[in-house]
């Protein structure tokens, strides 16, 4: 899908703009990537209303190839605070995500360095 603020990559939806904490204004770091498809989409095609017109193939079709979204989750290193952005996916970009990704959520691992803050904190807490 066209859009102004993301660039698709095989990889994901990459930023066009810098993204910086609302607290402290620190440049925001990917936290994870999330595919997945908002249940609106199957609450709309459950409501009676809506479900009355469709035949089996085009309730197939909307399934599979409509409505889905990449969430991509940022956090600041130094204040924690955290923001979600919710992009739309077309049936392509999915199709090559699937390509590159084997499971639905990525996490960044290698911005993760040894001497990270954030994976400080975390080792403190007893995620490693």
């Known amino acids: 899908m066209n859009n102004e603020y993301w660039e698709f990559t095989p990889f994901g939806h ?5 993204i910086k904490c609302k607290m ?3 440049p925001m770091r990917l936290r994870y990537s999330q595919v997945f498809r908002p249940t609106d989409v ?8 809506r479900k ?3 035949t089996a193939q085009e309730r197939v079709e ?3 190839k409509h409505g889905w979204a990449e969430d991509r989750a940022y956090k600041c290193p130094k204040c924690q605070w955290w923001t979600i952005f919710g992009i739309p996916l077309s049936w392509e970009e999915l199709q090559e995500l699937r ?3 084997k499971r639905a959520v990525y996490v960044p ?7 990270h803050p954030i994976r ?3 080792k403190t807490l007893g995620y490693w």
């Open 120 to 122: 400080q904190k975390l």
């Open 99 to 101: 390509k590159v990704r």
């Open 24 to 26: 402290c204004g620190t």
């Open 14 to 18: 990459k930023p066009k703009f810098e």
């Open 52 to 54: 009355m017109g469709l």
């Open 109 to 115: 691992v290698e911005e993760w360095a040894e001497d």
């Open 62 to 64: 909307i399934l599979t």
């Open 42 to 49: 199957f609450e709309a095609l459950e409501d009676p209303a």
